[in-house]
């Protein structure tokens, strides 16, 4: 009776924590939009009004040569490739990598796992100076695969333990059965353990993207025209002057378009518990 007479209430707690929590998360995504839209004097208007004027000035900016010279697509079609490739490569590597921690066990085999993930402590900065060098030695500056290397690099060790993670909540006897059934183990492992962990690809996908999509100091040391990303560009609206705070607002808001679209896109793969019910006893 207690608990029944409580949970009502605390339903009612728990979701306003959640509408308090999200409105906390796109208030920024809501005032980007607002300022992209805005007239230059009502965004720096105190206090900010309600009712305004709207303009779709700041969009033809960006996209005409008023801003980045007319290449403004072309910055955005640098990063479309770079992520998309550094996010294949990574969940490729990271699943291979997962998979491989997960099933077998050796002497040492947590050592190892550890010395994955080890890569990520430290800091990006740590490895410019080197990777300069390398890049310089294998004349790929300012290229698509010079980033798309030095991404996967990084995140597919991350890839990896989430890939792991996923493939332990697997059940092994589906593979065992379907190895008795005649597959070999990369059989077994391509029709069995491969799309029962979609969930799994699909959130490491994501989230790989994501950090591709955003990635700013390598793509600023690493290129200067041809390979430009889109965050890099963006710092060509910070002048003497000061910032174009419009532009900018408009050009976050049409950068932020494909990683939504990509998440939306996979977003019936992030449900979890596929596995469930797929052995019994």
């Given amino acids: 009776m207690y608990q029944t007479r409580y949970k009502p209430i605390q339903r009612l707690m728990f979701f306003w924590l959640l509408l308090i929590f999200l409105l906390w998360s796109l208030l920024p995504v809501f005032w980007t939009i607002r300022m992209s839209i805005m007239h230059k ?72 796992a550890f010395s994955v993930i080890a890569s990520r402590m430290m800091p990006p ?66 029709r069995t353990t491969l799309p029962l962990s979609a969930p799994g690809f699909a959130a490491t996908a994501v989230y790989n993207f994501i950090l591709s999509w955003n990635e700013f100091l390598f793509a600023l040391m690493f290129t200067s025209v041809k390979a430009k990303t889109l965050p890099v560009a963006a710092v060509e609206l910070i002048g003497e002057a000061g910032v174009e705070w419009g532009p900018m607002a408009a050009m976050g808001t049409v950068s932020v378009l494909p990683a939504i679209i990509f998440t939306l896109t996979s977003q019936r793969y992030l449900v979890r518990g596929l596995t469930l019910g797929a052995v019994k006893g």
Avoid at 141 to 160: E, K, N, R
Avoid at 173 to 186: F, N, P, T
């Fill in 41 to 112: 004097v009502d965004a720096f208007t105190l206090p900010p009004p309600l009712v305004f004027e709207t303009t779709l000035n700041h969009y033809g900016d960006i996209f005409s040569k008023t801003f980045f010279g007319g290449r403004f697509f072309h910055y955005f079609f640098n990063s479309t490739t770079i992520a998309s490739g550094a996010t294949i490569l990574s969940v490729a590597l990271g699943s291979l990598g997962g998979y491989s921690l997960s099933r077998f066990k050796f002497r040492g085999d947590k050592f190892l």
């Fill in 125 to 190: 900065i740590a490895f410019a100076i080197p990777l300069f060098f390398l890049i310089r030695g294998w004349k790929i500056y300012d290229t698509h695969i010079c980033l798309i290397v030095i991404y996967t690099a990084f995140h597919a060790p991350f890839a990896t333990w989430m890939m792991k993670g996923f493939f332990d909540e697997i059940p092994i006897h589906v593979e065992e059965a379907a190895m008795v059934d005649g597959c070999s183990r990369l059989g077994a492992f391509l």
